[in-house]
């Protein structure tokens, strides 16, 4: 963040309010919770709402990625990003960022220390340690706990490339202080943050090449829907230098080694968005009787550790690093910890979204074990829909998943707004619907959540049989 930028002086107001009064600590807290994102909030709000004395305690800035160096700022964005393409004009760069941080700073509040504090949760910034197996030292001050929950997130992945530290690079938590347009940014990873950022910054005026050692973009998708984001970022004109990686950069010149090949790319910034990791140092987990394996928190199916009374939620404990994961998972916890539940992690259904455009939103388990447990799959052309000739989309999908059983396990949608359509299809696979279901609803006309219909009126044509359409052309025979 820039220290003289107006609206980010008046987001630390709210997420790290200077001079910020700890409060005295009680006794003995019923949750503390280590980290202020996502999951860090929903767990103390939730708690105090429910009459626990809860303590927080924040090392940096209330909020975490979502809010501060995630979905808000890279949101933002990209609407100016989407904005830029529609009316074919390259904006002020200066103008994007600020509308970015203004955007940023309004939605503070939510976050903010005050709100904690007037729900009854006692707030402390400061770097966090357990000091025990039933205590947390923040600043020399110790806080005691019947439960406590680890909700500190995770950091970027930085690639062990020679030369590069030396350059600079920017990650997802430096990205959004750039002022200056890079004349040509170089993408390191094409996962979602990869694939977004290097949308975006091409339809804001930069030349943008990104290098991926997988031979794909988004790999963990369905491999014919990440094809859609691929053909639209080309489309755009970034460049895509896959199945590749950095070997070293020298002279500010990025070595690139594609097969045989070795080419040098000289960029004017680096992103680097190759994955995160969990932000465990320094938290004291051997005093607490905390194990981690390879760096990662060993967490049961309830989201308990290895000591009983400290749980884990949002990114540090969970392969599926996204802020509504947190939230869920939270809400978990809160159950579990406080109230004896038993609620398990593996029984939520999961769904995501990369907000490139079009969108790619799925729904279920990943996309090679969806492959493995669907008994059929249906598939729909959004093109084909009288929405998408009338909104000039070339390209769009609706690809489901249907079990052995008839009934849906989840799917991939490709499609501008699929983010939004993807609660239509997690209804129906939480209330344990089939395909054919979707024949029986009444959808507006024209939209492109019609591809769900389309899709049932599909499967009931399958089921027509030579020997059922045979016997239905007689019964209807002898009815004339």
Not at 195 to 200: G, I, V, W
Request: glycine share 10%.
């Amino acid at each position: 963040m820039i220290a003289s930028d107006p609206s980010d002086i008046a987001l630390r107001a709210h997420v790290a309010p200077p001079g910020w009064q700890p409060p005295r600590p009680a006794d003995r807290y019923n949750l503390v919770v280590i980290g202020g994102g996502t999951a860090g909030l929903v767990c103390a709000m939730g708690a105090a709402g429910l009459g626990a004395r809860v303590a927080l305690v924040e090392r940096h800035l209330l909020g975490g990625d979502c809010l501060n160096t995630g979905c808000v700022p890279s949101k933002a964005l990209l609407a100016s990003a989407r904005q830029a393409k529609s009316q074919d004009e390259v904006p002020d760069f200066k103008d994007v960022m600020s509308r970015m941080r203004r955007i940023r700073a309004e939605i503070a509040p939510h976050d903010s220390a005050r709100r904690l504090s007037d729900a009854g949760v006692d707030v402390f910034f400061g770097a966090a340690a357990f000091s025990g197996n039933n205590t947390v030292t923040v600043d020399g001050v110790e806080l005691r706990f019947a439960r406590a929950v680890i909700a500190t997130g995770a950091s970027p992945v930085v690639p062990r490339v020679p030369g590069l530290a030396e350059r600079g690079f920017l990650t997802s938590e430096t990205l959004f202080d750039l002022n200056e347009r890079p004349a040509h940014l170089a993408v390191i990873g094409a996962g979602p943050i990869g694939c977004e950022m290097a949308q975006a910054f091409r339809r804001l005026g930069s030349r943008v090449t990104v290098v991926s050692r997988d031979d794909e973009v988004l790999p963990n998708e369905d491999p014919t829907a990440a094809a859609l984001v691929r053909r639209s970022l080309e489309g755009d004109g970034v460049h895509l230098v896959l199945g590749a990686e950095v070997s070293h950069v020298s002279d500010d010149l990025l070595h690139v080694q594609q097969g045989e090949e070795t080419r040098s790319l000289n960029a004017d910034a680096v992103l680097v968005a190759v994955g995160r990791s969990a932000n465990l140092h320094h938290l004291g987990l051997e005093a607490a009787g905390v194990r981690t394996d390879h760096g990662r928190l060993i967490v049961d199916d309830h989201l308990r550790t290895s000591n009983r009374r400290i749980f884990a939620a949002g990114d540090v404990a969970s392969g599926y690093r996204f802020t509504h994961a947190a939230d869920a998972m939270a809400r978990i916890v809160i159950q579990n910890a406080l109230f004896l539940g038993r609620k398990k992690v593996s029984d939520l259904l999961m769904a995501w979204c990369t907000y490139t455009d079009p969108e790619l939103a799925h729904v279920g388990p990943q996309s090679a074990e969806l492959e493995e447990k669907a008994g059929r799959w249906h598939e729909v052309d959004l093109a084909s829909l009288d929405r998408a000739r009338t909104d000039g989309l070339s390209s769009g999908l609706l690809r489901l998943a249907e079990g052995r059983d008839g009934r849906l396990l989840g799917g991939t949608i490709v499609a501008p707004g699929a983010g939004d359509l993807a609660s239509v299809l997690i209804t129906a696979v939480q209330g344990g619907l089939g395909v054919r279901d979707f024949a029986s609803m009444v959808i507006p006309y024209p939209t492109l959540a019609e591809a769900f219909k389309r899709a049932g009126d599909q499967a009931n044509r399958e089921r027509l049989t030579p020997l059922i359409s045979g016997a239905m052309r007689q019964f209807l025979a002898w009815r004339r």
